[in-house]
């Protein structure tokens, strides 16, 4: 009898357990509200209720769970480090907890890093030995792939793209403080604030507080030319960043997800624009696949699925992929967020 695997996506607002197959099929998902608020151990205890849920009713083997939550976490302790979002889940023994509950290997990951897993396994770097992923939403995540294996640090914390620092205008800033939702949204108020002429005011009625990451990108893709120029910043900044990745790694593919890439060419082509500008040879980009991600809003599940076939990530992927059924074409094509 096959084994299945365990997958469990949490989040601020959600809590989602699955039940797959090693093809990374999902055979049952639940949902429920996290209710942060609530403190963290009723958090852990409506974690552990939802994968009593999708957990086999016979005596199916399970292979083990894959926790994906907001970082940072330590995936070689199993801690959940200091996750936004969660209310008072400090320094949480999680994947302890949830080993001791259930009796079964338990394996927790950054969910910007296991999407990166869940990408190369099946999505847009489908096969690629050397991956990164960003997402672009509420803020700037990552995940490394490099030789086949997930990119942790020595203590699990590497990877954190989004907080690379950078000099912007003569201060020190971060990509994400420049170019994630909030940013944009931050830099269109300033602009309207300084007199600047926009559709944006009218979309929020006056209210320059209701402006988002997300009014900015629609007005950009209605043409508006103050929404674009804020869109074309954020490219060639996160382009920029890019290069230094690629330098660093020389990866053959790099997945852009999260709300803010929805804009699609309006922030893709700056960004590969700055990529050609900046990088040190033509070596480092004539090749390189960028990709939107492909997985959608379950790219944190199949990603925790992924940690147990990798056993957290060190494994090879190749080796986990031999595991699956060749050819089964699992995740659907398409646009999607793996946005935090």
């Given amino acids: 009898m096959s084994d299945v695997l365990i997958s469990v996506d949490l989040g601020g607002t959600n809590i989602r357990a699955a039940r797959l197959d090693r093809d990374l099929n999902i055979l049952e998902r639940v949902q429920i509200p996290t209710e942060a608020h609530l403190g963290c151990a009723s958090t852990i205890e409506r974690i552990k209720s939802q994968v009593r ?12 769970i894959g926790i994906s939550a907001p970082g940072p976490v330590n995936p070689r302790t199993g801690i959940l480090v200091a996750p936004p979002n969660l209310g008072d889940c400090y320094q949480v023994p999680l994947e302890q907890e949830l080993r001791t509950a259930f009796g079964v ?56 793209v989004g907080h690379m620092v950078i000099m912007v205008d003569g201060r020190v800033s971060t990509l994400e403080k420049e170019a994630a939702g909030p940013a944009l949204a931050r830099q269109a108020r300033a602009r309207l604030e300084a007199g600047e ?69 309006l922030l893709f082509e700056p960004m590969r624009e700055a990529i050609k500008e900046t990088a040190i040879d033509p070596a480092y980009w004539r090749d390189l696949k960028i ?39 699992v995740f659907g094509a398409g646009g999607g967020n793996a946005g935090n």
């Fill in 53 to 64: 849920v999708v957990m086999p009713v016979d005596d199916t083997p399970v292979a083990g």
């Fill in 105 to 160: 290997p338990t394996y927790l990951g950054n969910d910007a890093n296991v999407a990166a897993l869940a990408e190369v396994a099946r999505g847009a770097a489908k096969g690629a030995h050397d991956a990164i992923f960003l997402t672009i939403s509420t803020g700037i995540g990552g995940g490394i792939i490099t030789g086949g294996r997930l990119l942790l640090g020595h203590d699990g914390l590497g990877a954190e």
């Fill in 197 to 265: 002429k926009s559709i944006i005011r009218d979309v929020v009625g006056g209210d320059l507080s209701l402006i988002t990451g997300r009014t900015v990108g629609e007005a950009a893709q209605e043409g508006d030319a103050l929404a674009l120029s804020i869109i074309r910043r954020a490219g060639r900044i996160v382009g920029m960043g890019i290069t230094t990745l690629l330098h660093l790694f020389n990866p053959e593919v790099i997945v852009i997800g999260g709300g803010v890439s929805r804009v699609g060419e």
């Fill in 291 to 329: 990709a939107p991600a492909a997985l959608g809003d379950n790219v944190s599940i199949y990603g925790a699925a992924a940690l147990v076939l990798t056993h957290g990530g060190v494994m090879d992927i190749d080796a986990a992929s031999s595991e699956m059924t060749p050819g089964t074409e």
